[in-house]
């Protein structure tokens, strides 16, 4: 700059002088005569054949005036009406789009502000969908040369709607986009009949230059050629097309445009108008009949008329097999806005796309719509596509990408759910998940059992398990038991451990019995919030009728529930999870563990106990506190921990996982608890154990291994998944209930 | 066209069952009615042949539990629920039912009555039949699959052996379902809540119900244990010596 130049300014010379000589510059002759260095000519000459067509013979350059159309002033007006009509060009077929971002990019420079910046936005959106193909690029090449340098061209033709590829000599005459499609068409003189015929470029699939030259007739106008008979003169008949736009709005909007040259119009008494029009191949007009859906009806031709009813058809079909789901643009836009207006529902607008949802879910890579894509198909207004997918189903709701978005979107209890929900509405539920929630509605549990048994599993206790209705009086715990701790023969064992836990530890405690319902925190999570509702409500009258100074469950997801969810109906009560509760009396407990027991024993965080809820250190002190117990942790642990595959609604759809997964996340965890002991152990430094090297190691290959488990989901999941693992047959699964209970010798 | 699901209401068989103190029937002091299931596949069927100029009325003897039956199958997509009403305390049999169903079914002259083709209380045959009988309607049972088209209906009838019959009904018929052609849909508890506020359920009293014709019960009991096998212990030795000589007192040897 300091030499006199401005850069700008350079690089326009060095354009001209390109431009002034036939022959060509060396590098050291644009040098003397730019009076800077060659390596700033090297970097200009870089520069600017990016934007001109710069050719290299030998070592001479040059700009052929043949290869570029130079720089034009233009008015205000004018500079409007270019900035349209490039608005337009942005919308154009992809395959165009290099040498239209190149062109757009150059005229920008000719406009004033804002016209240039907003250019430059819709080119770089242009170029990230930039396609490379180079084979296209090349015949656009070929016949852009053949029509500017008068030379015939070879080409092979696809004829429309066949697979009949057909050679023609053409000598091109000019190019005109699609009147009602997004093609671009080249008219020329062919060969074989000697008159005017309009070729599809992307029908052109192979062009060759000839080395014949013609000369264009004098007089050949486009605009008239196309005026009397748009498209295919010398080709086959025309055929007249006759629609009906019988609403008015719809009818003003067709008569705004000229859509065919030639075309014709008669208005209708009510405000309708009729559109004639005579094309070569009117299944070229279908693309266009059809995006004016049932405001247009087709007269003539019959053939034209039968193809549109069909597709009419075939639509109605498909909305039956669908359901009544949502499709249109609106209704993902509804969805979307609805979403939003949830709790937290503001930062779904600040969803990155950074994937990490879609990383850490267990079945993540089953899905062919996980969290992200599901946000960017809203985004795209595409979202019936995604409600198409039965992979949301794949869902456990473990929580782990909520946890991990860096955007902190509530996607499992807001988007993955609410995308459930959307499916129950329509009825779009897997078989298995069906029974399962009919049970819940008919029996308040899951697994369909009667009612009436709830309280069934106090029967093999030689002490009384007081109901709340006999005891008529206030109590300092109502235990809310759960689906599965009362039903399930394997977890029965859980909760009859839970039983004596309490009894030997004196507490005050009561059951709702048959009163109680399911807590219906799983049957939330698989989108059935009105059964929630119920269920909710049906507790919240039972809870109503007693006095009690708190809630204490076994249940995960009871206690979530009762927890979190509850409160929003109106039923509002202090709960605590049993392994708070028995961490809160360890000094009770502690001395009465007296029995070792000798296990490596890999404690396994339930996800709606430590993700959601935060409680992690409970139930190891409690692991801790049994002599023996040497605590280990697997792979996936506390925040990070891996969901057992139950929640969600996972605990019903076992068969629908397990055909598109042919694995179970259970089995996953049981593998993990076989190799846990690799880490250091965790704990607070005073109670870490000193390391005992070798001979620690050759202990672990032999001692007990046990997982820990505090969800009524996980006993029978991981021990069904323990007889499936090869080399687990010896993995025993034990509840924290269980061990502590083992451990006082009961 | 005019499509009329009759459905029936029996024991669900989940609950614990109790003889009543006569010893003749169920105590119905505890007893919990569910939608038959051939019943609930009759308006699944009903469902599927739905466009829009059909017409779908569910009738639901008057129990207590019909409402919650009425309103999940308006949620499903029946455009009228109708509840026969009176004398259903104590429960009625086929002959009764079909009785009280002659009126509504004059009243509604539907071109098509679906009913499933058996109920497990059913002891002496089915609705279906007996309805068709009183009305003087054609009948088929067991089908599996119908389509209609201009008056007549094309029903797949289904035959022991896994074979199936293609037969044409004229209308109005009465029909007995085995199994719709798609398993019965879910719908959503907020959709049937949504029924319980807007639908109306008419209640259609049928005055005193007639049983005529059926089985009277002598004694109605829970399946009795006979005589229980015996376990052999000790070792696989000792078992098989111990097995040898009960086959031989059984004079089987």
């Keep these: ?746 | 066209m005019k499509i009329m699901v009759a459905v029936k209401l029996v024991p669900d068989l989940v609950e614990n069952l109790e003889i009543a103190p006569g010893g003749t029937g169920l105590d119905r002091t505890y007893l919990r009615l569910i939608l038959s299931e051939p019943d609930e596949h009759a308006l699944e069927q009903a469902l599927l042949l739905k466009d829009e100029s059909t017409d779908i009325t569910v009738v639901a003897p008057g129990f207590e539990e019909a409402d919650d039956v009425l309103f999940t199958a308006a949620a499903k997509g029946a455009d009228r629920l109708v509840k026969l009403t009176d004398g259903f305390q104590e429960g009625c049999n086929c002959h009764a039912l079909a009785r009280a169903l002659r009126g509504i079914t004059s009243e509604i002259q539907p071109d098509l009555i679906l009913t499933g083709v058996q109920a497990h209380d059913d002891l002496d045959g089915s609705l279906g039949p007996l309805l068709a009988g009183l009305l003087n309607l054609p009948y088929v049972g067991n089908v599996a699959g119908l389509s209609i088209t201009e008056g007549k209906a094309t029903a797949r009838k289904e035959y022991s052996g896994g074979l199936i019959g293609e037969m044409e009904i004229g209308l109005p018929a009465v029909i007995g379902i085995v199994a719709a052609e798609a398993p019965p849909r879910y719908v959503a508890v907020s959709k049937v809540r949504q029924m319980v506020k807007s639908a109306t359920l008419e209640p259609y009293p049928v005055g005193d119900l007639d049983p005529g014709g059926g089985i009277e019960l002598d004694r109605m009991y829970k399946p009795e244990s006979v005589e229980r096998a015996t376990m052999i212990e000790g070792t696989a030795e000792e078992i098989a010596v111990r097995l040898i000589e009960v086959l031989k007192e059984l004079d089987v040897l």
């Design chain 1, 1 to 746: 700059m300091s030499r006199g130049l401005s850069k700008a300014t350079r690089l326009q010379r060095l354009e001209s002088l390109l431009g002034s000589s036939p022959e060509g510059y060396t590098v050291r002759q644009l040098a003397e005569r730019l009076g800077v260095h060659r390596t700033t000519v090297w970097r200009d000459l870089n520069e600017i054949s990016c934007e001109v067509p710069v050719r290299q013979d030998g070592n001479l350059y040059l700009i052929d005036p043949k290869d570029y159309v130079s720089s034009v002033r233009l008015s205000r007006s004018e500079s409007l009406i270019l900035y349209l009509a490039l608005r337009r060009l942005v919308r154009w077929p992809s395959h165009l789009s290099s040498p239209l971002a190149l062109a757009l990019q150059k005229l920008a420079r000719t406009l004033r502000e804002p016209s240039a910046s907003q250019l430059v936005g819709s080119l770089q959106s242009l170029q990230q969908h930039m396609p490379t193909d180079p084979e296209r690029a090349r015949i656009w090449e070929t016949l852009i040369q053949a029509w500017l340098e008068r030379i015939s061209v070879r080409i092979s033709y696809l004829e429309f709607g066949s697979t009949v590829v057909c050679e023609h000599e053409i000598q091109p005459h000019f190019f005109e986009p699609g009147l009602l499609t997004q093609g671009v068409f080249l008219v020329g003189s062919c060969s074989c009949h000697q008159a005017l015929k309009t070729f599809s470029v992307d029908r052109i699939i192979e062009a060759v230059l000839t080395t014949h030259r013609f000369e264009r007739p004098d007089g050949l106008a486009p605009d008239t050629i196309l005026e009397s008979q748009w498209v295919d003169p010398g080709g086959g008949e025309l055929t007249e097309v006759h629609l009906r736009f019988r609403d008015p709005a719809t009818a003003q909007r067709v008569r705004h445009t000229v859509w065919i040259p030639g075309e014709r119009i008669e208005d209708l008494p009510d405000g309708g108008i009729d559109w004639i029009a005579r094309v070569p191949d009117v299944f070229e007009l279908l693309p266009w009949i059809r995006g004016w859906g049932p405001d247009c009806e087709v007269f003539e031709p019959a053939e034209l008329q039968e193809k549109t009813s069909e597709m009419e058809q075939s639509r109605g079909d498909v909305i039956m097999t669908m359901g009544e789901l949502p499709q249109t643009a609106a209704e993902s836009d509804a969805f979307y806005a609805d979403l939003q207006r949830s709790s937290d529902g503001d930062r779904y607008r600040r969803c990155l796309q950074c994937g990490s949802c879609s990383g850490i879910c267990p079945h993540g890579f089953l899905m062919d719509y996980p969290p992200r894509r599901i946000l960017a198909a809203l985004r795209a207004q595409s979202f019936g596509e995604a409600l198409q997918s039965d992979g949301v189903w794949m869902c456990v709701a473990c929580y782990a990408c909520s946890a991990v978005c860096p955007a902190m979107i509530p996607l499992t209890e807001g988007l993955m759910t609410r995308v459930k929900q959307e499916l129950v509405q329509t009825g779009r539920v897997p078989s298995e998940l069906q029974d399962a929630l009919e049970n819940s509605q008919r029996y308040g549990n899951p697994l369909g059992k009667p009612q009436r048994q709830r309280g069934a599993w106090t029967k093999s206790l030689e002490f009384p398990v007081p109901l709340m209705s006999q005891l008529g009086r206030p109590v300092d715990i109502l235990w809310f038991v759960g689906d599965y701790a009362s039903y399930h023969p394997r977890v029965q064992v859980v909760t009859i451990a839970l039983a004596r836990l309490f009894h030997l530890l004196d507490v005050d405690f009561a059951i709702l019995g048959p009163e109680e319902c399911s807590d219906g925190d799983s049957q939330r999570l698989a989108g059935e919030h009105g059964l929630f509702e119920v269920l909710a409500e049906k507790n919240g009258q039972a809870f109503k009728k007693y006095q009690f100074g708190e809630i204490l469950t076994s249940d995960p997801h009871a206690y979530n529930a009762i927890k979190n969810e509850y409160p929003e109906l109106g039923v509002s009560y202090p709960v605590r999870h049993v392994v708070e509760y028995f961490a809160e009396r360890l000094d009770d407990l502690s001395p009465r563990l007296t029995h070792e027991i000798e296990a490596l024993v890999a404690y396994h965080d339930p996800c709606y106990l430590g993700r959601v809820n935060g409680i992690y250190e409970e139930p190891r002190a409690l692991l801790r506190a049994i002599p023996g117990v040497e605590l280990v942790e697997m792979s996936h642990t506390r925040s990070n921990s891996l969901c057992c595959g139950g929640g969600g609604g996972g605990m019903w759809l076992d068969g629908f996982q397990w055909e598109k997964a042919g694995v179970r996340l259970s089995e996953w965890r049981v593998r993990e608890a076989m190799a846990a002991g690799g880490l250091e152990t965790i704990g607070p430094p005073a109670q870490a154990k000193p390391k005992r090297g070798k001979r620690h190691e050759e202990k672990r290959e032999l001692q007990d291994r046990i997982l820990a488990v505090a969800c009524p989901y996980e006993a029978p999941r991981f021990e069904d998944a323990a007889k499936t693992v090869d080399g687990a047959g010896g993995l025993a699964v034990r509840d924290v209930a269980e061990l502590l209970l083992e451990s006082i010798g009961q």
